[in-house]
């Protein structure tokens, strides 16, 4: 006799190894939500992190034009002192 279905279960394949599969499935599937979780938090992260490297950055430049005028003071200062 042919069977006309063309897709069936055999009857090798148990309830378990169905589960199996099923189980890896939900893991891969918890595995890339989590992952997608964890490189949201790096971009937010990165974000603020970009923030906090523009403001160092000006912090810098103040201090650097801050020495100058130190050192320029020091400079004139010690010119009236030898006067």
């Known amino acids: 006799m042919s069977n006309n279905n063309p897709w069936h279960l055999d009857k090798k394949i148990t309830l378990s190894l169905i589960w199996s599969i099923v189980i890896v499935i939900a893991g891969g599937i918890f595995t890339t939500s989590w992952v997608m979780f964890e490189l949201r938090l790096l971009r937010d992260r990165t974000d603020s992190n970009k923030n906090v490297i523009q ?29």
Do not use: G, H
């Open 55 to 83: 403001r160092l950055i000006k912090v810098e430049t103040e201090l650097s034009s801050m020495k100058s005028s130190i050192e320029r003071i020091e400079r004139n200062t010690e010119k009236a002192l030898n006067k």
